[in-house]
């Protein structure tokens, strides 16, 4: 069992940087990939980035590319994501998620392949 914790959300003008962290409990973190999904209003749950559990290698969505950058700390059981040059339509939800198996080495971006959720964290970005 995992729980998951985010934290670091809020209100910034485009352009600007937030970084995101999610702290986990449960023994089996350091062998779980991590990720990063938003919701926006209306719209559908979509992923934004993700790490396997060795930290080696990172996935992200288009959208995010060259702008986000995800990283983990297995010793402290957390899971950032740095978001610079934010723009308005980034604005979300963001929801930390923990992969349903351990110790793999592919990275997925569906919903279906995290078992575990946090209840996510607001990021709102001005024009």
């Known amino acids: 069992q995992v729980q998951l914790v985010e934290s670091g959300g809020g209100l910034v003008q485009a352009g600007g940087s937030l970084r995101l962290s999610c702290a986990a409990s449960?023994?089996?973190?350091?062998?779980?990939?991590m990720a990063w999904f938003r919701q926006a209003p209306g719209k559908e749950r979509e992923f934004v980035a993700a790490i396997i559990w060795t930290g080696r290698s990172t996935r992200y969505a288009d959208s995010v590319k060259g702008r986000y950058t995800i990283s983990r700390d297995n010793a402290k059981n957390t899971v950032n994501l740095q978001m610079d040059t934010l723009k308005p339509e980034d604005t979300a939800v963001y929801y930390c998620?923990?992969?349903?198996?351990?110790?793999?080495?592919?990275?997925?971006?569906?919903?279906?392949?995290?078992?575990?959720w946090g209840q996510g964290t607001q990021v709102t970005v001005s024009s």
């Open positions: 449960g023994r089996t973190f350091s062998r779980k990939t």
């Open positions: 998620a923990a992969g349903d198996r351990e110790l793999a080495y592919s990275i997925g971006s569906s919903e279906s392949e995290y078992a575990y």
